[in-house]
C-alpha cells in the first residue's frame, strides 16, 4: 500500500520534471537565433540539442540519473538564458523598454 503511494508521488514528480523540460525547449524553439548570440549566450542549436535530448531520454529511458540531467539543463536554461534572451527581444520586462520608475507622463527620476 504505501508503495504505490511513493511510486505515483515519483510519477507526478517524473511528469512535473518532464513539462519543465519541454516548456524549455519549446521557449528554445520559439527565439530568435540572434537574441543568443545578442546575450552572449550558446547558441540555438546548442541548446536544441541539449534540451531535446534531455527530453527524448525522459520520455525514452526515465531513469533517475536522465531525469536529474535533463532537469537540471532546463533549469539552467530557464533560470540564466531565457532570461537574458528576453531582455535582449525587448518583449520582456513592462512594456518594452520602460521603467519601474516612469510615470503617465514620462520618468519619475530626472530623466536618468
Do not use: C
Not at 504505501?2 to 521557449?27: E, K, M, P
Not at 545578442?38 to 520520455?59: C, R
Request: proline share 4%; net charge positive; no cysteine.
Amino acid at each position: 500500500m504505501l508503495l504505490n503511494g511513493f511510486y505515483s508521488l515519483w510519477g507526478l514528480i517524473t511528469l512535473g520534471l518532464l513539462i519543465l523540460s519541454v516548456y524549455a525547449l519549446v521557449h528554445a524553439a520559439l527565439q530568435r537565433e540572434d537574441a543568443y548570440r545578442a546575450a552572449d549566450k550558446q547558441t540555438k542549436p546548442f541548446w536544441l540539442v541539449i534540451l531535446g535530448v534531455s527530453v527524448a531520454a525522459q520520455l525514452i529511458i526515465p531513469m533517475m540519473l536522465l531525469v536529474l540531467a535533463g532537469t537540471v539543463a532546463a533549469i539552467v536554461y530557464i533560470v540564466d538564458v531565457k532570461p537574458a534572451i528576453t531582455g535582449v527581444g525587448g518583449r520582456g520586462g513592462r512594456g518594452g523598454g520602460w521603467s519601474s520608475s516612469d510615470g503617465p507622463y514620462g520618468p519619475y527620476n530626472g530623466n536618468r
